[in-house]
């Protein structure tokens, strides 16, 4: 759906180069939307164009939410509750508000009613139930944010404990199957009959592989700034979807979406935990509403851990059966993952398994423990991070069953349709992928290269995985207008997360507009702003860039039907791509991607280490090279991250995370990966976005986990399932140093 309009005229000439302004007037007949209406400009797309906001960041003009002030507002600190499981006996508010500037404390017994909401999280201080502990049971609004957080401490809570469950197993008494995620992830999913074809297969792998919780420690902490005028609700807040956050506030509170308007100009990172308004944003609004002021909150480091999100724990179970040429015949990928009680989320982590390979019997199947620990969420490739990892590690176990390279494997069981659906790929270059990354890595060489560089200090080894991530587009809205100075602004609710979707939106609309981009300008982060889907699921550049394209499109078929005239004020046109994006996909999209890994294992620490490290990826046409770089790198930097040192950890007698901070929870830096490289192959993928292009956002992380596990079962002859790879899991498996020019046997399949 398109639509355009004139601005008010006033008589203004200006020069545009490829499309008229005010004041010009093509030659001969109106030029249609799609015809050249001037000389061939530039194109920007594959262009590393610099960053729009570099400048601004790197010299502190940027503003974030935590940096919005406004006069006269207040502050507001959570009160967490101390336990994992019962009810709110008492709240005892006298020493807080005998303190001078204490203003209010809201809990379950004077908080403002908020509407029924499915998402527990949201439902704040609206009964005395604890579901888990770190939840949020009352709040303090003072004159400032420290006076906020002593209150706070002089907060008194009673409570009623009830008996709670913590751990999750795959024989837990609350497992059971969770919700379908929309048409694409089903819980369960089976073609043919895996376990006979399992027990009739020349070659099998069984194992189990488990990931610990992963924790979201952004850059910028959540904040929020919330203040109530005339029934009207405004709020600055750390959002990946104005939009979204947006609508889910006006259900919230009873009101039109059109009576609530939320800004978020710059991201600090947010990698799914902004995605979704968090619990800080309605305390922030709540207090807002009992105090009639503007009120400002931020969360502490500590509280990330408890209130935004996190990856839950998995335990996979997969099984392989192949011929004895390597070609899968049946596949079965069982994932146990962990909820809260007040909201049922799912990681989908065996959904990757579905389309990645081709074999005729293949079964996946999820289960959620429902626990008393906080609500899991979404994080940087959902399902594919961990799921790959498991389903990586089997095929890298297949490849040595069946007396295979692991590069040849894959290549073997690759496939043009897809497994699941039964629909072509729009395009699928995972083939190419692996090989050129096998040629750019020396993959041939690779067992040479183990003996020439293992020495009597360090075991070295190679490591390969794949990678896929699925690709979205989400309806969208865009306006364009032409200013009438040759000048033309994009404006889209979208929110620009750090990826530089300002600069790459400037591109698209550029080359739709056959002007150079420096002559768009791009206006995100205000929901005011036509709609637009979360930036989340790669999916943001694909979704946004798709409805700017439509809203250029009209504008030139606009400029076109005025005969090449444009009013002195200018024109603007906009687009809809809800109609476009409705019918059912006729081809299976995905991005695919060959992680390349080479470790070092020191013989007496056992301590890994990551010297090189390379990323292959077919991601569609890439519109800026420097920021999907950017994004690649990071993706598997965080890979990394997971495979050697990030673990959350849960207090199993008090329920709350141990890893709270960046003391505790450790992440890899710069120093981790001295030499890292992301390349991608040539490829244009038009059936997923009008630019031809793909997600980059997330597949970085996908394969990278099981690559440099892989490489360390290659440098050590042990095969370990369980992330991290920390040399404490590598003492326990390996045993004391291993002795120059000798490697321990590797275990049984079936030693736990």
């Not at 790459?504 to 550029?510: E, R, S």
């Not at 995100?524 to 889907?533: C, E, F, N, V």
Request: proline residues 8%; charged residues 20%.
């Amino acid at each position: 759906m398109t639509g355009a309009r004139s601005s008010d005229p006033g008589p203004e000439l200006a020069r545009s180069g490829a499309l008229p302004v005010a004041g010009t007037r093509l030659p001969g007949p109106a030029p249609a939307a799609t015809s050249e209406a001037a000389a061939p400009v530039q194109r920007s797309i594959g262009v590393s164009v610099p960053r729009r906001d570099a400048r601004d960041k790197v010299t502190g003009r940027a503003r974030y939410t935590g940096d919005v002030r406004i006069p006269g507002a207040a502050y507001v600190a959570a009160v967490p509750a101390t336990v994992a499981h019962g009810r709110v006996r008492a709240v005892r508010t006298e020493r807080a508000l005998a303190l001078p500037g204490v203003m209010a404390v809201i809990y379950f017994a004077n908080c403002p009613r908020l509407r029924r909401t499915d998402d527990g999280e949201l439902a704040l201080l609206q009964s005395p139930g604890v579901a888990y502990r770190g939840q949020f049971v009352a709040a303090v609004v003072a004159e400032s944010p420290q006076l906020a957080r002593e209150a706070a401490r002089h907060v008194g809570v009673d409570y009623t404990t009830r008996p709670y469950e913590l751990t999750l197993r795959t024989d837990g008494p609350t497992l059971h199957p969770p919700p379908q995620h929309g048409p694409w992830f089903p819980t369960d999913c089976v073609h043919g009959d895996p376990e006979a074809a399992l027990l009739r297969s020349a070659v099998r792998v069984e194992a189990v592989y488990s990931t610990p919780p992963y924790h979201h420690h952004v850059m910028e902490p959540h904040a929020s700034m919330a203040y109530w005028h005339d029934g009207y609700l405004t709020v600055h807040d750390t959002t990946q979807g104005p939009t979204g956050t947006r609508d889910v506030l006006a259900r919230l509170f009873g009101i039109r979406p059109d009576r609530v308007r939320v800004f978020a100009h710059h991201i600090g990172g947010g990698f799914g935990s902004k995605a979704a308004p968090r619990a800080q944003l309605v305390l922030a609004s709540l207090a807002a509403r009992v105090v009639h002021r503007p009120v400002i909150t931020a969360l502490s480091r500590e509280q990330l851990s408890a209130v935004v999100g996190y990856r839950t724990p998995t335990i996979q179970r997969v099984r392989l059966g192949a011929g004895p040429d390597g070609r899968l015949v049946a596949v079965s990928h069982t994932a146990f993952e962990q909820t809260s009680v007040i909201k049922d989320f799912s990681e989908c982590s065996a959904a990757p398994t579905r389309t990645m390979y081709a074999a005729p019997h293949r079964e996946t199947s999820h289960r959620c423990a429902r626990l008393h620990v906080p609500s899991p969420t979404w994080l940087r490739a959902p399902g594919e991070c961990p799921g790959m990892f498991a389903l990586e590690s089997a095929m890298d176990e297949l490849a040595e069953a069946c007396g295979l390279d692991p590069v040849e494997l894959r290549l073997r069981n690759d496939t043009p349709v897809d497994p699941h659906s039964g629909r072509p790929f729009s395009s699928r270059n995972l083939a190419a992928c692996l090989r050129l990354g096998a040629e750019r890595f020396g993959w041939a060489e690779r067992e040479g290269l183990r003996a020439r560089l293992s020495d009597r200090r360090r075991l070295v080894g190679l490591g390969v995985a794949a990678s896929t991530i699925p690709q979205y587009r989400f309806p969208s809205r865009a306006t364009v207008h032409a200013d009438g100075h040759g000048r033309y602004i994009v404006r889209i609710a979208a929110a620009d997360v750090g990826t530089g979707a300002r600069t790459v939106l400037a591109q698209i609309a550029g080359d739709a507009l056959r002007v150079p981009p420096d002559r768009v300008a791009v206006e995100l982060g205000d929901s005011s702003y036509p709609s637009a889907s979360w930036a989340g699921r790669s999916s943001g550049t694909t979704s946004w860039g798709t409805a700017v394209v439509r809203a250029c499109e009209a504008l030139r078929a606009e400029i076109g039907r005025l005969g090449g005239h444009l009013p002195p004020g200018g024109v603007e046109a906009s687009a809809d791509t809800f109609d476009e994006l409705a019918p059912p996909r006729a081809f299976s999209q995905y991005a695919f991607g060959a992680q390349f890994a080479e470790v070092t294992v020191d013989r007496a620490t056992k301590e890994v280490r990551v010297p090189r490290l390379l990323g292959v990826f077919a991601v569609g046409r890439v519109i800026n090279p420097t920021t999907a770089r950017s994004q690649l790198i990071g993706g598997m930097v965080m890979g990394v991250s997971m495979a050697l040192c990030e673990e959350g950890v849960l207090d199993p007698d008090r329920g709350h995370f141990l890893t709270r901070d960046l003391a505790a929870y450790r992440v890899a830096t710069y120093a981790d990966v001295p030499r890292i490289d992301a390349v991608c192959v040539e490829e244009e993928d038009f059936r997923t976005s009008p630019m031809g292009a793909k997600g980059v956002g997330e597949i970085g992380i996908v394969g990278t986990a099981a690559a440099i596990a892989n490489a360390v079962h290659h440098a050590t002859g042990h095969r370990f399932r369980d992330l991290p790879l920390t040399p404490r899991r590598l003492v326990e498996t390996m045993g004391p140093a291993v002795r120059p020019g000798m490697v321990s046997s590797p275990r049984s399949p079936d030693q736990p």
